[in-house]
């Protein structure tokens, strides 16, 4: 049996004897110890409280890390992130500080189909060495689970490439992933103008396969004006879930245009992004209302907010405030994409959301860890200081308090990160 003890925590984070989705005013309560001890035993957490009643028998028995005034906190649960894809788009980056909008870059070969075009002249083979060392990276910067959608590829046999590439990394990586199919990210040039064929394509040849092959646990659509329409996303939506593929979708990013409504009338484990959104609509995502049309309960799923993607793209950011004041349950993700948020990094992601969203840093942790882990139906095995849970863990630096975290946005303020009971180091070398 493998047992570490970690001795005088100057604060253990979200410490819950049981868990559950967080909203409105209880993303608020982040349940702190202050002079801790944590246990963790074959890489799950064991045991916690105050210093003055740890058991010295543990001491003698297992590794000991005295982290001397440090803290602890959950890793982060990043649940939306295209994390696999070929090659980067600076230049298109160039070209919006030039005055270009993302819709007509889009519009002009660029986005999505620009990164499709790199997939498909990848290899699966250099595919996954790209993406394995972006994991590496984001498991450094803290972490332990993430959510990775296809979508840049928009053939068959493409789509299949990346889901291919994050099956392959589940299978070797410690850290924990949950895979999306998003087939339905933009539709390829050869079916502009014939929307259905390449639905029925996505129906009838990737999703058999991605059945077959259990590629995918999720399923997601860009619902969006000059993408998927709403009742496209229904569609598409409910082939996947025949699969038992539940969806997560891209909604409300530019444009309002019933996804909302869709996704609720799909029972959506998460709606992702909400840039802009109505009154009505807000009052949707927090329950106090149903749409008639949706034949729906009231919703209890996500509000997944990506706010370093609206930063990038210089777009108003999500009305997190408003969220939360009405109920909502929120999520923070980074949306690592080559686009619109060419980073990984949690940290960025929880100071923007402090600085821009006035999310409290007790809210934002709580969205970046146990929400987070809700959103990628991770709840009960991560999120939170949980007997029971496993041992992903973040240890930080020295710092004088948690809202020092979004305070001090542009320093490192991480020290240690432990997955499933191990500190991780890179093993970059390894996939060679």
Not at 137 to 142: D, H, K, N, P, Y
Request: a negative charge; charged letters at 20%; aromatic letters at 8%.
């Amino acid at each position: 049996m493998s047992l570490h003890v970690f001795t005088n925590i100057k604060t253990l984070v979200n410490v819950r004897e049981e868990s559950h989705i967080l909203s409105g005013s209880g993303m608020a309560e982040l349940p702190l110890i202050n002079n801790a001890y944590l246990l963790v035993e074959n890489g799950l957490i064991t045991g916690y409280g105050e210093m003055k009643n740890l058991d010295t028998l543990y001491q003698e028995r297992g590794a000991v890390t005295d982290v001397k005034g440090q803290m602890i906190l959950p890793s982060w649960c990043d649940s939306h992130t295209h994390l696999v894809f070929a090659g980067t788009r600076e230049c298109e980056f160039v070209n919006r500080i030039k005055g270009m909008s993302y819709a007509q870059i889009a519009t002009e070969g660029g986005g999505i189909l620009n990164s499709a075009k790199k997939l498909h002249e990848t290899t699966e083979e250099e595919l996954f060495i790209q993406a394995w060392k972006r994991l590496e990276e984001v498991s450094m910067l803290g972490t332990g689970a993430i959510e990775i959608k296809s979508g840049y590829g928009l053939t068959v046999e493409d789509e299949l490439k990346i889901l291919r590439v994050i099956k392959k990394l589940k299978e070797r990586s410690a850290i924990s992933i949950k895979s999306t199919f998003l087939g339905a990210h933009t539709y390829p040039l050869a079916y502009r103008e014939d929307h259905k064929g390449y639905i029925d394509k996505i129906i009838n040849e990737m999703l058999p396969v991605i059945a077959n092959e259990n590629l995918a646990d999720y399923i997601d659509v860009f619902c969006e004006e000059g993408f998927f329409s709403a009742d496209e996303t229904v569609t598409i939506c409910k082939a996947g879930m025949k699969y038992g593929l539940k969806p997560k979708l891209h909604v409300n990013q530019l444009n309002s245009i019933g996804g909302i409504e869709a996704g609720i009338k799909l029972g959506a484990v998460s709606l992702d992004h909400l840039e802009v959104l109505t009154d009505k609509e807000i009052n949707l995502l927090s329950g106090k209302t149903i749409a008639s049309d949706t034949g729906a309960q009231r919703w209890n799923g996500l509000c997944t907010l990506l706010p370093t993607a609206a930063f990038f793209l210089a777009m108003p950011l999500q009305p997190a405030r408003k969220l939360i004041d009405n109920g909502c349950s929120v999520a923070l993700a980074s949306d690592y994409n080559p686009g619109s948020s060419p980073s990984g990094n949690m940290n960025f992601v929880i100071s923007l959301s402090c600085i821009q969203m006035k999310m409290f840093p007790e809210e934002a942790i709580n969205a970046a860890t146990l929400n987070g882990a809700y959103a990628m139906g991770l709840g009960d095995q991560l999120g939170s200081i949980t007997r029971g849970k496993r041992a992903n863990l973040i240890i930080t630096k020295q710092i004088p308090s948690i809202a020092y975290l979004p305070y001090s946005f542009g320093t490192d303020l991480i020290d240690q990160v432990m997955i499933g009971g191990e500190f991780i180091t890179s093993k970059i070398a390894q996939v060679y």
